[in-house]
T-cell receptor, first 110, second 118 residues
Framework: GDSVTQMEGPVTLSEEAFLTINCTYT??????LFWYVQYPGEGLQLLLK?????DKGSNKGFEATYRKETTSFHLEKGSVQVSDSAVYFC?????????FGQGTRLTINP | GAGVSQTPSNKVTEKGKYVELRCDPI?????LYWYRQSLGQGPEFLIY????????DSGLPNDRFFAVRPEGSVSTLKIQRTERGDSAVYLC????????????????FGQGTRLTVV
């Protein structure tokens, strides 16, 4: 069945560091891919998405490119801020539902 | 309302009791989803409604779990004879996804109901 695998956390970085959170997927067909973020005390919210191969999703300085050949959708940001501390979830659109990875907790220290 | 609303935000219940968790989706959204999130894990799919009908209930763990959406808007997740292992955050999401379409439009999540079974 469809599945998503994320790099295990937690990830701790200093402010202004470069961030990569790896995500790979297994799916039938051509799913859309998503990154959701969960800030402390808040609900899940969509960060960015890509709906077809080679699409790049971007938002708030974060980017991810849909790579069909490597079945990946890695999240990147060039310079992280303390306010980026949160849990990040990679997800794909399976048949009739979203399938999530296990989440990666990111902590940014000043 | 402007977003997906879930009530209560927290629920503590004794083992063996019955609980109901409510979800008010975004007005006009035909698709509604229930997920369960255990500590340190990603959301796990439970059930999907398109309108009033459950299009996919393959994620419900057993027959103690049941969900309804009688008028195609508000949904209630019902858990009978609760067990300690049912403790988790129960998330509801809605989207404007139309049945039969491939791909997936954005799903909007509520803040969840934290269920603790003692």
């Amino acid at each position: 069945g469809d599945s998503v695998t994320q790099m295990e956390g937690p990830v701790t970085l200093s402010e202004e560091a470069f961030l990569t959170i790896n995500c790979t997927y297994t799916a039938t067909g051509y799913p859309s891919l998503f990154w959701y973020v969960q800030y402390p005390g808040e609900g899940l919210q969509l960060l960015l998405k890509a709906t077809k191969a080679d699409d790049k999703g971007s938002n708030k300085g974060f980017e991810a490119t849909y790579r069909k050949e490597t079945t990946s959708f890695h999240l990147e940001k060039g310079s992280v801020q303390v306010s980026d501390s949160a849990v990040y979830f990679c997800a794909l659109s399976g048949v009739l539902k979203l399938v999530f990875g296990q989440g990666t907790r990111l902590t940014i220290n000043p | 309302g402007a977003g997906v609303s879930q009530t209560p935000s927290n629920k503590v219940t004794e083992k063996g009791k019955y609980v109901e968790l409510r979800c008010d989706p975004i007005s006009g959204h035909t698709a509604l989803y229930w997920y369960r999130q255990s500590l340190g894990q990603g959301p796990e799919f439970l059930i999907y409604f398109q309108g009033t009908g459950a299009a996919d209930d393959s994620g419900l763990p057993n027959d103690r779990f049941f969900a309804v959406r009688p008028e195609g808007s508000v949904s209630t997740l019902k858990i009978q004879r609760t067990e300690r292992g049912d403790s988790a955050v129960y998330l509801c999401a809605s989207s404007s996804n139309q049945a039969g379409r491939t791909g997936h439009t954005e799903a909007f999540f509520g803040q969840g109901t934290r269920l603790t079974v003692v």
